[in-house]
């Protein structure tokens, strides 16, 4: 059976205090801390370094700290799988804390992440896929040359202000260029 966590977000209530969210998914996830690399003193205290403590509710954490806390749980537990919904953040200064603690739990581990960030494929990945829009598999093989076959058989697509979280789901896929909370929760 492979574990991977359930999104971004951990499924956790926005109206929880961040203690009670740790509560509830080391009910769910317990098993999975047996063999962390990361412990949780470690995530306390980087949640602490950016102004989170166990007392606040989650829907009043600022957005940056939103995305830390969640990333930082998706970091606490050993998963068979990680998702990452959101390269970029994980690229970013305020999240480099994260970075680390990511790359020691990854070890012998998949990470599977849609992104155009080249920071973030050169850090994280080594193997690459290229997928039609219909998500059908075109090529699949070691990154460098994934990126080389979608540079030689695709068209010219200029990802390079592309903001891998822009996109949000709906009846259709569509790019969404504001900054609003509301197409983060999917």
Not at 88 to 99: D, E, I, Q, V
Request: proline residues 3%.
């Amino acid at each position: 059976m492979i574990r991977c966590p359930v999104g971004g977000e951990g499924g956790l209530d926005s109206k929880l205090r961040v203690s009670h969210g740790f509560d509830f998914l080391f009910s769910i996830y317990g098993d999975c801390l047996s063999g962390s690399s990361v412990s949780k003193d470690e995530v306390w205290d980087l949640l602490q370094q950016i102004n989170v403590y166990p007392d606040q509710i989650i829907k009043e954490l600022t957005r940056e700290q939103k995305d830390f806390f969640f990333l930082s749980i998706s970091v606490l537990f050993a998963f068979d799988l990680y998702l990452i919904p959101k390269a970029k953040y994980l690229m970013s200064k305020a999240a480099k804390p994260l970075r680390q603690l990511l790359l020691k739990q990854l070890e012998g581990k998949s990470l599977l992440a849609i992104s155009s960030n080249s920071r973030f494929r050169r850090e994280f990945c080594t193997d690459g896929m290229v997928l039609s829009p219909l998500g059908e598999i075109l090529f699949a093989g070691n990154l460098e040359e994934s990126i080389q076959w979608a540079e030689e058989n695709l068209e010219d697509v200029d990802v390079s202000d592309v903001e891998d979280d822009q996109f949000a789901l709906g009846l259709n896929l569509r790019n969404s260029d504001s900054d609003d909370d509301q197409n983060d929760d999917f």
